[in-house]
DNA sequence: AGCAAGCGTGCTAATAATACCGCTACCGGT
DNA sequence: ACCGGTAGCGGTATTATTAGCACGCTTGCT
């Protein structure tokens, strides 16, 4: 096995990641918000969708920054149901 | 330009949070770090050597809680000297 | 000598990030 | 009612990169 693929619960996890992305969006639109985090805006809408379950770290960073949320936070969510 | 490859900037950020994950590994080997993170040592080598400038989020994540650090303070290391 | 930890390189399958297409829904203006 | 603009969604195609494994090599320690 070179590279396992995602499971399902990566999945899950990527997709609990987008929901809070999106919470921390609010009303501002994807595109803002893309532009401030320094991607595309077709990028971002995928990873609120849960469409990339593991983004690049810089990629979330630079997306936390924009939405003024702590890195530990995101983390500490997601790693929560597959810890249990 | 479908995929912008890494710049320069990327590979040094990525060299920078090589650099702070191996301080906080420490005393500790590769080996036992990446098992309890839940990665192979080839690639937590390569993270360290910063051979992997942009690695997954979830990636990081692991390794910050395997080392008992924040993604807070890695994220600020690195986008320190990329706002300067 | 033997062992463990690291490093370097090459390779493969899977993925990330991007751009382009069309489609839907909402809104205000004419 | 029709038109145009904005915001988001879904799929596809493309390229660069990741994460994993394997081999060999070097160094330090016992």
Redesign the pocket.
């Known amino acids: 096995?070179?590279?396992?693929?995602?499971t399902e619960l990566?999945r899950e996890r990527?997709h609990r990641l987008g929901t809070l992305l999106?919470q921390a969006?609010g009303?501002?639109?994807?595109?803002?918000v893309?532009a401030a985090a320094?991607?595309?805006?077709?990028?971002?809408?995928?990873?609120?969708?849960g469409?990339?379950?593991?983004?690049?770290?810089?990629?979330?960073a630079a997306l936390a920054a924009a939405l003024n949320i702590s890195l530990d936070v995101l983390a500490e969510v997601c790693a929560d149901e597959r810890a249990a």
Do not use: H, N, Q, Y
């Not at 320094?38 to 969708?49: C, F, N, V």
């Open positions: 096995m070179v590279r396992p693929p995602l990566d990527g999106r969006r009303t501002r639109s994807m595109t803002e893309a320094g991607l595309s805006a077709e990028t971002l809408r995928k990873i609120e969708t469409r990339i379950p593991t983004p690049a770290f810089f990629t979330i």
